[in-house]
């Protein structure tokens, strides 16, 4: 890639010889400050006005020291050779001093690395996932419309036939009545009912106590109940 000129300016070259400065361009050269981005290097190029022949070509490194002894005349040193520039536009002095002191302060400058980055976790294996369980078939609900089983019209097996009704056995004594005759009815003849009055002593041992008069009443009482009843069942 070719080199950019960062800077162009006119003025006359002197080198520093046998301690005295020369000058070496006859008067004027065309002093240019390059900079070649492939391989980062930056120089001073001066040529001659008249002949074109180069009157300074040198690096320029991060120890290098600019000297602005005066306003229009300027100096510095590569190691091998000291060399002045007389500017005959003060202007012209002040851009070019600009221009190289802050090239030699981008070189004294470290570049600044790129921030790193944080490392990057490798994403995890995903995780296999336990099989989702089918729901067991449920069985078809049954139609409410089905009809119920008949019950069996017979007994039920292993069992026989219900056993018959019991007749009742002949009542000993007298002859059995004739078939669709109605049954006879029992006469029932009241016991002679007993007279006298009741005494503690003969007929109710337990109530000695009580006046003959109210047994005899109590014992009539139930004899006329008696009789009620007894007419009660002739009667039917």
Known sequence: MAETALINVTASVFHYISNAWAAVDGGSSNVGLYYNPSTDVYRIVALATSTRQPTIN?????????????????????????????FPNV????????????TITKLQTPASAPPSRPPVAAPSAPQPRPPVPTPAARPPPSSPSSPKPAPPSG?????GA?????????????????AGAPPRKKAYTPSARPSGTVTGSSDCGKFESIK?????????????FRDEIIAALNAQ
């Open 212 to 224: 003959p008069e109210v047994l005899t009443g109590i014992r009539d009482s139930i004899y006329d």
């Open 155 to 159: 007994p039920p097996p292993g069992r």
């Open 58 to 86: 040198t690096l320029i490194f991060k120890q290098m020291l600019y000297n602005q002894a005066k306003d229009n005349f300027h100096n510095w040193t590569d190691g091998k050779m000291t060399y002045g520039l007389h």
């Open 91 to 102: 202007n012209d002095a002040k851009n070019f001093a600009n221009v190289l002191v802050a």
């Open 162 to 178: 219900p056993p018959p009704s019991p007749v009742a056995a002949p009542r000993p004594g007298g002859p059995k009545p004739p």
